[in-house]
């Protein structure tokens, strides 16, 4: 009896379980994670999430008939989230890569960006190989980490967890030189004349909405109507917004 007991619940639970699955594949709600601290593609202002990507996500969402319920945390967890099941996607100007590629799936690329140098335009950094030798900060999980590995190995290092720390070190004096994004680079370097981005960009990179392995559909769901709202010109809007120029 026990065991005839035993195996009736653990059926029920695998039934459940599996209805529960079929349930959230079918929700009118897209979880997504970001980590909303590298403007103007996410940030936060006056309490609220804002940013390129984050009007590009709800209007992605508004055109499937979905809602999204956003979820911030730090970038180095943004992909872990998704492997394990607490998130559907992350949309945080995140680099389509071969290593990414091997454990969750990414969307159509939908901007072109590329990684820069951000340095003090009176400092002794004028081109990329000045950077030798040199303290770089660079943000924790990101593609510069590898980048500067591989092609800088004398550099020393200043990893940190978020993108303002890495951007206040090149300001105050404790780095050099930050490598990350064009547009944060760009904007950050804008509001502050002290700072420039070197005019050699280190590499082209393409964004993409990273999501889970486990739904295809999803993917083809973004996919498609990101061709949509291209077509429609919402697409453009957004893209003029932040960028005021035609994207790539």
């Not at 951000?118 to 081109?127: A, C, E, Q, S």
């Not at 980490?145 to 720390?165: A, G, H, I």
């Not at 280190?202 to 709202?229: C, D, H, M, W």
């Amino acid at each position: 009896m026990t065991s005839r007991k035993t195996l009736l619940t653990a059926l029920l639970a695998v039934t459940l379980g599996s209805f529960a699955a079929v349930g959230h594949a079918a929700s009118d709600t897209i979880r997504v994670v970001t980590d909303a601290t590298f403007p103007p593609m996410e940030f936060t202002q006056a309490g609220q999430r804002t940013g390129f990507d984050i009007e590009l996500t709800e209007a992605l969402a508004k055109e499937m008939g979905k809602k999204v319920a956003w979820t911030d945390i730090d970038f180095k967890g943004l992909i872990p989230a998704i492997v394990s099941g607490r998130a559907d996607a992350a949309m945080s100007a995140i680099y389509i890569t071969d290593a990414r590629k091997k454990v969750v799936d990414f969307t159509d690329p939908y901007y072109a960006g590329g990684l820069v140098v951000l340095t003090k335009k009176d400092g002794p950094i004028k081109t990329l190989k000045d950077l030798d030798g040199k303290k770089v900060s660079v943000q924790v999980g990101t593609k510069s980490v590898k980048f500067l590995q591989d092609s800088f190995p004398k550099v020393v290092r200043v990893e940190v967890e978020k993108n303002e720390e890495m951007f206040n070190l090149v300001e105050v004096g404790r780095a050099d030189a930050a490598v990350t994004g064009k547009p944060a680079a760009k904007l950050y370097a804008q509001h502050n004349p002290t700072l420039t981005v070197l005019p050699e960009q280190i590499t082209t990179e393409e964004y993409g909405i990273a999501v889970s392995k486990a739904q295809p559909e999803l993917t083809k769901s973004f996919n498609e109507a990101l061709k949509r709202i291209k077509a429609n010109g919402v697409y453009q809007k957004i893209v003029n917004k932040w960028f005021e120029a035609s994207a790539k």
